[in-house]
């Protein structure tokens, strides 16, 4: 049998290439106008995210699916992170803001994950400056992060005024 090397044929690279790439977009929406845009900033998919979300089951396993979002105050999720750092709670019972998302599938390639945090759902009993997001696969303070990331307030000022 003789390698590609003896036959003199070249592995050729795939026009079709697998990338794995995830975006987020806040919108900050009062009286039904939106009043803040972050616009597109790139996520990040974590390792673990990558391993029990996408090549658990193509190993024939069972795979992870997302069902929850959530905000918080800290830094970009880690690689095993199974919560977001400063994740926001629920100020009367302390228990974990994760909403339920919605989720679409978008041609052949892509998946959206839409969800709303409503301010009559209270976060905190004080004032939090909101600077991460997750996509998550568990309503309890463990789970397995699939993406996420920080982002700057910047683009909140039309609330200051």
């Known amino acids: 049998m003789k390698s590609l090397k003896d036959t003199g044929t070249k592995p050729r690279k795939s026009k079709d290439g697998l990338r794995l790439r995830g975006m987020f977009r806040i919108h900050i929406v009062e009286d039904g106008r939106v009043v803040g ?8 998919v974590v390792n673990l ?30 690689a095993a992170d199974t919560s977001l750092a400063g994740e926001l709670s629920h100020s009367a019972n302390g228990t974990r803001n994760r909403i339920t998302v919605n989720t679409s599938q978008i041609g052949s390639t892509a998946i959206e994950f839409q969800g709303t945090f409503a301010s009559s759902f209270s976060f905190a009993t004080t004032t939090a400056n ?16 699939f993406a996420g990331n920080t982002f700057t307030l910047d683009f909140m000022g039309a609330l200051a005024a």
């Open 130 to 145: 909101i600077s991460n997001i997750m996509v998550i696969n568990d309503t309890t303070a463990a789970g397995t992060i």
């Open 37 to 44: 845009d972050s616009g597109w900033v790139p996520n990040t």
């Open 49 to 78: 995210g990558k391993r029990d979300y996408l090549c658990t089951p193509l190993a024939g396993g069972t795979a992870k699916a997302v069902s929850r979002m959530a905000l918080g105050t800290g830094g970009a999720p880690a």
